[in-house]
């Protein structure tokens, strides 16, 4: 028959590695790098495109690529033509060789205006995909929408301010 010393260490001896194993998973869930995209426009130029990258997370994020498909990117357009911006960013083999935690980078990713060959349609939503890692190795793959519109002004009206 088991003692109670015994059952009382065999139980603790679970409930400790049942810790350690759940403070292990909460570890690598919370410390990773976060990067999002976002589009902003130019405050000179409020229909100037800039695609923002930022690592939230607080650790450094690797190979950073950022995806799209051609036929979407084409939805997003008016006419047939994706500016050069967009293409070298999104349908090119480039990345962003390492983005440390807390910094930003920025390109820039044309405009948008309604009827002019070229610009991206206001208020249109473009999916992509970005994909990096940690310098550990761990692989991260995150999908949404970029929605052209100016950020400051999320539904396309604003007071001018002087």
Avoid: H
Avoid at 30 to 54: F, G, K, Q, Y
Avoid at 99 to 105: D, E, P, V, Y
């Amino acid at each position: 028959m088991l003692s109670l010393s015994l059952i009382i260490s065999v139980a603790s001896l679970i409930i400790a590695i049942s810790s350690v194993s759940i403070n292990w998973i909460l570890w690598r869930k919370v410390n990773r790098p976060i990067v999002t995209v976002r589009l902003s426009s130019d405050i000179d130029s409020p229909i100037a495109l800039n695609m923002i990258i930022e690592n939230t997370g607080n650790l450094p994020a690797k190979d950073i690529s950022i995806k799209a498909k051609k036929q979407d990117a084409l939805a997003c357009v008016n006419g047939d033509v994706i500016p050069r911006d967009a293409e070298k960013i999104l349908f090119s083999s480039m990345i962003i060789p390492i983005l440390a935690n807390g910094k930003t980078t920025t390109n820039s990713f044309s405009a948008y205006g309604e009827e002019m060959n070229g610009r991206w349609k206001s208020g249109s939503y473009l999916p992509i995909t970005i994909e990096y890692s940690s310098l550990d190795g761990r692989r991260f793959l995150e999908s949404y929408n970029l929605r052209f519109a100016s950020d400051n002004a999320f539904a396309f009206s604003q007071w001018e301010s002087k």
